[in-house]
Nanobody
Framework: QVQVVESGGGLVQPGGSLNLSCTAS????????MGWYRQAPGKQRDWVAL???????NYADSVKGRFTISRDNAKKTVYLQMNKMKPEDTAVYYC?????????WGQGTQVTVSS
């Protein structure tokens, strides 16, 4: 069994920063890509950022230049540093961890950007 758990969400003012973490645990041989997604109320879940096993990164246009994804393979953890946050960044943020034959989602962490 594999568990994926996100943390680090909360309330932040516009222009502020948050750092999300996502850790995979359980019987894991190797982790491939790791990604972040978000889902605002009443909207579909959208892709935010991706990091490959060789640390190549890619970002949605809406967060490019403001968000940074990184990973620590020894800790089986992926991070999302969010800077210059905007109200439209408000959403539940989900982590997706890809393995060789399948993938797992975390339960999500709420991020609210509001004054």
């Amino acid at each position: 069994q594999v568990q994926v758990v996100e943390s680090g969400g909360g309330l932040v003012q516009p222009g502020g920063s948050l750092n999300l973490s996502c850790t995979a645990s359980g019987t894991i041989r190797s982790i491939y890509d790791m990604g972040w997604y978000r889902q605002a109320p009443g909207k579909q879940r959208d892709w935010v950022a991706l990091i490959t096993s060789d640390n190549s990164t890619n970002y949605a246009d809406s967060v490019k230049g403001r968000f940074t994804i990184s990973r620590d393979n020894a800790k089986k953890t992926v991070y999302l540093q969010m800077n210059k946050m905007k109200p439209e960044d408000t959403a539940v943020y989900y982590c997706k961890v890809n393995f060789r034959l399948n993938y797992s989602w975390g339960q999500g962490t709420q991020v609210t950007v509001s004054s």
